[in-house]
Each structure stands twice: as structure tokens, then as C-alpha cells.
């Protein structure tokens, strides 16, 4: 879904590959993944699913956030990883009439190691973006 971008090009593809052991693997932190919908389009989504392959909670809770941007400039936090994060997949679903609706979505971490997650996948569709009439 969408155009995957990072902070790290040579491992954009690495969390969108279908393989949920490769993942991620620089520690810097101030890292981020995402994707991006082309212009005049949103994605909207109902779930959002990531695995944690190479798990150390302390690396993640507070510093791996998820968030969403209209402009790809001022980005909103959606959510912060919490003490609930496991091993495997973790996931946030959005129920219908709760759905997230942004033209960008993406990972932050803002610690090290905070973006060391193996896969991610999200759940949901592209439309017309009808706040822009």
C-alpha cells in the first residue's frame, strides 16, 4: 500500500518484504519507516500489525511511535509503544467509523535500537482525499 520510504534507504524494504526474521537492523535512533499515498489520496486503515523479531522491550516502550501526516511534514502520533509489546505480532485495529486517515503513515523511533522491528503490515484501502474540495 502506498510508496515505502525510511530514514535508511538501503533498508526500506526490509520491514515490507513478507519476511517477518529480516527487518530492520541499523540501532540508530531518530529512525523512521513508512509509506506514503500519492497526491489527492489517503490511506485508510483499520489495522495496523508489526512483529518484533529481535525483541528488547526496553529499546521499544516509549520510543517506537506510530503516526500519521496530511503533509509529510507535521506528523501526529497515533501511538507510542507501550509494556504491552511482545514478541511476534502486535496490532491496533480500528473499528468502522474509527478508521485513520492520512496520506502518510509512519514508524518513529526515537532511541536506540527503537526501530529494530522485524515486518510491518497494515490493513485498509486508498481513497479520494475529500477534505481537499
Known amino acids: 500500500m502506498g510508496v515505502p520510504f525510511s530514514s535508511n534507504s538501503a533498508l526500506t524494504m526490509t520491514v515490507w518484504d513478507g519476511s ?4 530492520w537492523t541499523s540501532y540508530s535512533g531518530n529512525c523512521f519507516f513508512g509509506t506514503a499515498f500519492r497526491s489527492g489520496y489517503v490511506g485508510v486503515l483499520n489495522e495496523v500489525k508489526y512483529f ?21 511534514t507535521t506528523w501526529t502520533d497515533i501511538f507510542i509503544v507501550g ?18 486517515k492520512y496520506r502518510y503513515y509512519r514508524f ?15 490493513r485498509g484501502y486508498e481513497v479520494i482525499d475529500s477534505s481537499t474540495d
Not at 517477518?20 to 527487518?23: L, P, S, V, W
Not at 525483541?55 to 506510530?66: A, D, E, I, T
Request: charged content about 20%.
Open 20 to 23: 517477518n526474521q529480516n527487518g
Open 52 to 72: 518484533m523479531s529481535r525483541f528488547n522491550r526496553g529499546w521499544l516502550v516509549g520510543k517506537l511511535k506510530f503516526q500519521g501526516s496530511s503533509d509529510g
Open 83 to 100: 509494556e504491552e509489546i511482545h514478541e511476534g505480532w502486535n496490532y491496533y485495529n480500528y473499528p468502522e467509523g474509527e478508521e485513520l
Open 108 to 122: 518513529f523511533g526515537t532511541g536506540y535500537g527503537s526501530c529494530v522491528v522485524g515486518e510491518i503490515s497494515f
